[in-house]
């Protein structure tokens, strides 16, 4: 069963505009962890926010925060004020808890398009 | 300091063919992962080293044997490569530091198995 979920395939969001991008994930672990990478079509994978599930408040990166709603289950990435650079890939991906040792899986992606 | 290093960058490989893929960090990690990522798909765990000296399955470890030599290095071998092992395979390592958990990514490794 997919753990994570993304069910925004491509979205498109005008310069300058804020895009919210969905998440959702499903554990029985009480100690979890949630992560933001972006894949620009270079390929390479681009560390962009972590949020542990016992931190209080949701994490934020400058111009990156992610909207942490345990009880939803789920970790929302926002970007505001987005750039043409920001076009790209970007993968929610979950640690998993106590027993798992640092093991991280991914969801299937949502690709960005920023429109000048 | 390098980060984490993968060769070869390429390679194509005809059925049942063997080969090993290396990966390296210089960063003092413990953990080390390898993913794939197929086209227009997310990344899938194939294996993950929490530490020297283990190993773990992670989603798709069939068809796949790894060896995490020492700290630096993890390797990922095919034993007889099949075209759906085409893809991108991705080395990571982790650590943890203030702020939380944080994975660094290789370039990866495109292979093409005819």
């Known amino acids: 069963a997919q753990k994570i979920t993304q069910t925004q395939p491509g979205m498109f969001v005008q310069e300058k505009e804020a895009v919210t991008l969905d998440c959702t994930y499903d554990t029985s672990d009480q100690s979890y962890g949630l992560f933001w990478y972006k894949q620009p079509s270079s390929g390479e994978m681009i560390f962009l926010i972590y949020q542990g599930s016992y931190d209080e408040q949701n994490a934020t990166e400058g111009r990156y925060s992610l909207n942490f709603q345990k009880a939803r289950k789920s970790a929302n990435l926002v970007i505001s004020a987005s750039q043409l650079g920001d076009s790209a890939m970007y993968f929610c991906a979950m640690r998993e808890g106590e027993t798992s040792y640092d093991k991280v899986i991914f969801g299937p992606g949502t690709s960005l398009s920023v429109i000048p | 300091n390098a980060g984490v290093t993968q060769t070869p960058k390429f390679q194509v490989l005809k059925t049942g063919q063997s080969m090993t893929l290396q990966c390296a960090q210089d960063?003092?990690?413990?953990?080390m992962y390898w993913y794939r990522q197929d086209p227009g798909m997310g990344l899938r765990l194939i294996y993950y080293?929490?530490?020297?000296?283990?190993?773990d399955k992670g989603e798709v470890p069939n068809g796949y044997n790894v060896s995490r030599l020492n700290k630096r290095e993890f390797s990922l071998r095919l034993e007889s490569a099949a075209p759906s092992q085409t893809s991108v395979y991705f080395c990571a390592s982790s650590q943890w530091a203030a702020g939380g958990l944080k994975q660094f990514f290789g370039p990866g490794t495109r292979l093409t198995v005819l």
């Open positions: 960063m003092n990690h413990n953990s």
């Open positions: 080293s929490a530490s020297e000296g283990t190993t």
